[in-house]
């Protein structure tokens, strides 16, 4: 059964870091540098072409499986897998009641759950975009420890503390976004005691006699039906230093208008990541049909395109 709706994708750039006094001289380059970086590229490309599914983190079961390599390119997806079991008050049988426990044990010993995500690399621009899923392991750390381990292996790495890494691209738009919203639809946001805002939102002495030094945290979720933004509002919400300091998350979720269209987009006061939603069709069949693995590939092509 095929899923068709609005997902969001984050956006990562690839960098490279020079270690000892190389880092001095280098420290105004591109990572593009002719002396080191297509010999990177060209590593990690014959690494994918002639490998299948990669295992990044053995102890929590986390891997990488490239699908395609075009012009240093990589599409593929990154999960985690799990056994099957029985747990606490939970577990797994047969429809059939008579069945012996034996037989689906034997099964189930053979079969795992992989919890995964798509993502698409251009090593050449050094830019990724991958299809957010919560209930995946982090792209950004998990794909640094594969290139840094596929070019260590192949001696790529001019010093052994020459380190890749992965940084969230930021949403330079994030200002214009927030003044061009035309409704507000949600606003979210998680606090603690020491939030000096979250103290003025919520008076827990007058309204509970409890202390507000007792707070732990607190979400608040704020659905709005508004076509008006207040000023303070996005004043407030482009302060990031303020945001930093008194909130652990902040999220607006509103309207803009682009290409004469009405488009829901959520910003995050606090992170301020560039990201960006697109319809795209997912299906249980997507793995082993290639031209539904095209058409997530192609989406996924078409959102890096525009930010490169």
Known sequence: MSNIKTRKVEFYSIKYKWSGQRSLYYEEREIHSDEIYPHMVMAICNYCNTTGEIPINLEKDVFLQIYE????????????????????????????????????????????????????????????????????????????????????????????????????????????????????????????????IGSEMLNFKDAFALSQQDLKQATVKLQMESKVIPSRLIEKAKDKKRMDENFKTFHLKGTIEEDGQEKEVILDAIKQYLTANVSIVLSEQSLINQSLRDEIKDALISELQKII
């Open 69 to 196: 390599t075009n012009d240093c390119t990589l599409f593929g997806i990154i999960g985690t897998s799990k056994k099957f079991e029985n747990d606490i008050l939970q577990r797994i049988r047969e429809n059939d009641p008579s069945a012996s426990e034996d037989n689906y044990k034997e099964i189930l010993d053979n079969l795992r759950l992989d919890l995964y995500t798509y993502f698409l690399v251009d090593l050449h621009k050094r830019r990724a975009v991958v299809l957010v899923n919560d209930k995946t392991p982090s792209f950004r750390k998990h794909f640094r420890i594969f290139m840094q381990d596929t070019l260590n292996r192949e001696h790529c790495l001019l010093e052994k503390d020459d380190e890749l890494y992965l940084e969230n691209l930021l949403d330079e738009k994030y200002e214009q976004k927030l003044q061009n919203l035309t409704s507000l639809l949600e606003v979210s946001m998680t606090f603690d005691s020491q939030s000096d």
